[in-house]
């Protein structure tokens, strides 16, 4: 680290590295699966208000240290990011990319665009990343500018097409690193999905969690009908994983804090004893039992 405008990067290494390793050993206990959606919302949620700072700011004086060091997003957003990117070049590639990083400054400082510069020097050695693209490119606008973005999905269904468009998600209130807002019948298609039993595991676990991420914060913004996201919710009758539960949990926790005082807090409560009753059935889920040295043979 060169500068402290690089933090970003040293804590959020830091982490995911620490995060892969556990996972490395102990690949059952889904460690970074957990791990990995409590950065997730954390981040939602910071990175939501309209005053959001981006990850890496201009550090001019002593004094403008402080605030980044105890920044949340300075230590969750990192590892996201890490870990998108090395979803988008590959494994080998990002591993690969990373040794001749650590190889190359291993007796020197160097700073994320000396990082960016070998993992895209690798990605086109192994014809991961496009000749003309450069990771540099693609990342410089995660890290520079706050937010994340919103994608819109919308189809056509007579012409099979699917139109996408782009934008920054903010919420005034509150609440890869994007919310994808679908058409209502795309939506009703998804949640036909995860609502039988033998189908909602197709979808893989992180992207049940985004989906319930995702409705939830739509319906928090006013952007999405609220009927919508609890036909969504039903699907957790179901869910044995704990990540979704976790996600739907820690939303519903702040919705249930705004409605408090409101005549809608019976019927909302109502409604999550419906979803709720499963999870504490525990003949059903049995119990998870796991042990672990932390010597590895």
Request: include cysteine; charged fraction near 20%; glycine fraction near 6%.
């Amino acid at each position: 680290m060169k500068w402290w405008t690089g933090l970003w990067l040293n804590e959020g290494f830091a982490e995911y590295a620490g995060l892969r390793g556990v996972d490395f050993l102990f690949p059952d206990s889904k460690f970074f699966q957990v791990k990995n959606v409590e950065n997730f919302l954390l981040v939602l949620d910071f990175d939501s208000d309209q005053a959001a700072d981006p990850l890496s700011v201009a550090i001019e004086k002593p004094d403008d240290i402080a605030p980044i060091s105890a920044d949340p997003i300075t230590f969750a957003k990192g590892p996201i990011l890490l870990h998108m990117m090395n979803t988008l070049l590959g494994e080998n590639t990002f591993k690969q990319g990373i040794r001749n990083y650590i190889h190359k400054y291993k007796f020197s400082n160097a700073e994320q665009d000396d990082l960016w510069c070998l993992l895209t020097e690798e990605a086109h050695r192994q014809g991961t990343l496009d000749k003309n693209l450069t990771v540099k490119q693609i990342m410089d606008p995660w890290i520079f500018q706050p937010g994340y973005p919103v994608l819109n999905v919308v189809r056509d269904y007579s012409a099979g097409t699917v139109t996408l468009t782009q934008e920054r998600y903010l919420s005034i209130k509150s609440n890869v690193l994007f919310r994808v807002s679908y058409d209502t019948r795309n939506w009703m298609g998804i949640i036909c999905t995860l609502n039988d039993p033998t189908k909602y595991e197709t979808i893989p676990t992180l992207n049940r969690v985004q989906l319930i991420l995702d409705s939830l914060g739509f319906s928090k913004a006013g952007d999405m009908d609220y009927e919508i996201t609890f036909q969504l919710l039903k699907y957790l009758r179901n869910e044995k994983e704990y990540s979704p539960w976790f996600a739907a949990l820690t939303e519903w926790r702040k919705i249930d804090y705004l409605l408090m005082r409101t005549p809608k807090h019976a019927v909302f409560q109502v409604s999550l004893k419906g979803i709720s009753y499963f999870i504490i059935n525990y003949k059903r889920l049995g119990f998870l039992t796991m042990s672990y040295s932390f010597v590895h043979e």
